[in-house]
């Protein structure tokens, strides 16, 4: 079945919209599309100006009785499914009218032109700021942070805006609800991605191909919009159109007896049945890609006077993931913070970095881990030396690490590899190794102040080249399990733990292609179900597979992220960034840029949750 979305177009606190009858009839097609179980969208001028009639209202008027029932009625249309985008801040200039006016600037005007910004402003962070296209974007999400609103996406008045402006309004959004402009007729979502671009690292375009509905001709353009429907017909095209819910309100009565009359012939309720015929389906917008491009941290091994940094993920349940550097070279440790709380991508990234240990462990090099392996909460982190078979930790108390020593000598276990995990659910993390020659496996439960002598786990066997192993709790039992890639076959074989032993539980996943050899494998809930998902990573083409987990499988669904951040040397990591138990992406890429840092926030974690 094809996706389709909806969206209510030029929606401000005047004109349309102002009186109580009129958002009051706004609020009768919200509630129909509701009772229908449509994800509907938004798309907000949150500033109305009307120079001509001297009205300048906002979302921010606190003492204005139209905008604050303006603004109640929002609140209401998210609770009841809307997704909320930011249209423009006036959606007008000079003496134009909002939702009539443009905006930002484009080459066929004549007179009262909205300004250009230079070229110049796009060399660097400050000089972005003071743009002119910068500050109306600012003031737009000000307003909805202000008014309590939630901005998921932006739009710009009329499609338009010159390239300079473009680019600036692509470094602040991940997502743009309109059609590229370099493919006007575009009918699927697309990632635009300039790699080495130096302030973003990809904007999401979700056109609308089906356009809207003119006001002059209305049943010409329903026919239209009906009779192009049906040529939806490719996996991945959106029957993605937009529409002036004024068109409706002749159609909408209010009876004398409370009861509301909304006459099933209306445009709008023609156009919705037309799509139940196909039949196609309506999302959410951020239901298209499972991943919104966020932050880009450039200049980092400068920036942080680091040679060889490797980022190490500590899970907190319930909060966002802490996060654990470690610079191999020169052998210190860090506690790094990330920030994706704000609305504007441009403002996230590395709220701080800061050291935590140093000349740590006795023998440089080896395998670094984090966990809590004493489970007292505190993030910790241990070090396997497989040439000596050797694991040291040190145990966090909250502001620093304190190395507490070997916690396993295990001659047996030399030159074998390490995971950590805990996989017999008592809070503390254990410690798996593995030998790839032998395809041997063996955990080393923590007893709080060191590893037990390690467990063979007689069932398990990863042997060959190739063998790429990952730790996670795929089937939402609390205990964490063990996932290997073969990436000569291209299959995915599970071992789940039963508290004492891990346990075959067979090929869960088979490529549908071959996938080559640099590939990453990495477990995490993308979807929020408690069970973790399999996200593959091609390094050269910079694709991201999610292969979500049913609990006995990966594929209930499989959705493709990119291409974006490819590269050879980059290294690609998952975490929950907003503590919301689903995991984000992140990339490194140290000869990107001077040392690279990328973030792509989980979409659902920009969702609404509708009301029921």
Not at 170 to 194: F, K, V, W
Not at 342 to 356: A, E, L, S, T
Request: aromatic residues 10%; proline residues 6%.
């Amino acid at each position: 079945m094809n996706k389709a979305l909806i969206r209510l177009e030029d929606i401000g606190p005047g004109g349309w919209y102002e009186t109580e009858e009129q958002q009051a009839k706004l609020l009768v097609i919200a509630q129909y599309l509701h009772q229908l179980q449509i994800p509907f969208h938004v798309a907000v001028i949150p500033r109305y100006v009307d120079p001509g009639h001297h009205v300048d209202r906002s979302i921010e008027d606190h003492h204005d009785e139209a905008s604050l029932r303006f603004v109640r009625l929002l609140q209401t249309m998210a609770d009841l499914g809307a997704s909320l985008g930011i249209h423009g801040y006036t959606h007008q200039y000079g003496g134009s009218v909002s939702g009539d006016g443009f905006e930002f600037a484009y080459p066929e005007c004549s007179a009262d032109c909205p300004p250009d910004d230079s070229p110049a402003t796009l060399q660097s962070l400050p000089q972005l700021q003071q743009s002119y296209a910068y500050q109306r974007v600012q003031r737009a999400h000000k307003m909805f942070q202000s008014a309590g609103l939630p901005a998921v996406w932006y739009e710009t008045p009329h499609y338009t805006a010159s390239s300079v402006q473009r680019h600036i309004i692509e470094i602040c959004n991940g997502i743009l609800y309109e059609s590229p402009p370099s493919s006007p007729d575009a009918r699927t979502a697309a990632l635009q991605h300039i790699p080495d671009d130096p302030l973003t690292n990809g904007t999401i375009y979700v056109p609308t191909p089906l356009y809207y509905v003119a006001g002059d001709k209305i049943e010409e353009e329903v026919t239209r919009m009906e009779r192009t429907l049906q040529t939806f017909t490719g996996a991945r095209e959106l029957a993605s159109f937009f529409y002036h819910p004024y068109l409706e309100f002749p159609y909408i009565r209010f009876l004398a007896d409370g009861t509301v009359q909304y006459d099933e012939h209306s445009p709008l309720r023609r156009i919705i049945q037309a799509f139940k015929r196909e039949p196609k389906s309506f999302v959410s917008i951020t239901s298209i890609m499972p991943f919104i491009p966020d932050f880009r941290e450039t200049r980092l091994l400068d920036r942080m006077t680091m040679k060889h940094p490797r980022f190490l993920r500590a899970k907190r349940k319930g909060l966002p993931d802490r996060w654990i550097v470690r610079d191999e070279t020169n052998n210190l440790w860090y506690d790094a913070a990330l920030e994706v709380g704000f609305p504007m991508k441009i403002h996230n990234g590395i709220r701080y970095i800061r050291p935590v240990l140093a000349d740590w462990p006795l023998h440089p090099g080896g395998t670094a881990m984090v966990g809590d392996y004493d489970g007292d909460g505190s993030i910790d982190a241990a070090v396997w030396n497989a040439e000596l078979g050797i694991c040291e930790v040190a145990l966090g108390s909250g502001i620093r690490l304190v190395p507490s020593g070997h916690w396993l000598c295990e001659s047996g276990a030399v030159d074998w590899k390490a995971l950590t995990g805990d996989f017999d659910g008592d809070g503390r993390h254990d410690l798996l190794i593995w030998d790839p020659v032998t395809g041997k496996a063996a955990i080393a439960f923590s007893s709080g102040r060191d590893f037990y002598s390690p467990l063979i786990q007689h069932e398990v066997s990863a042997r060959g080249e190739g063998m790429i192993l990952s730790i996670g709790d795929v089937n939402g039992d609390g205990l964490d399990d063990l996932v290997v890639w073969n990436s000569g076959s291209g299959t995915c074989q599970v071992w789940l733990s039963t508290g004492k032993q891990l346990v075959d539980a067979g090929d869960w996943y088979s490529a549908k292609r071959p996938m080559g050899s640099s590939i990453s494998l990495m477990l995490g809930d993308v979807d929020g179900d408690g069970l973790d998902d399999m996200i593959l990573v091609e390094h050269t083409e910079g694709n991201w597979f999610v292969l979500y987990s049913s609990g006995s499988a990966f594929g209930r669904q499989e959705e493709r992220f990119g291409p974006w951040v490819a590269g050879e040397r980059m290294t690609p990591y998952i975490g929950d960034l907003m503590g919301n138990d689903r995991v984000s992406l992140l990339v490194w890429s140290p000869n990107r840029l001077g040392g690279t840092l990328d973030a792509a926030i989980n979409s659902r974690d920009r969702t609404i949750r509708i009301r029921t």
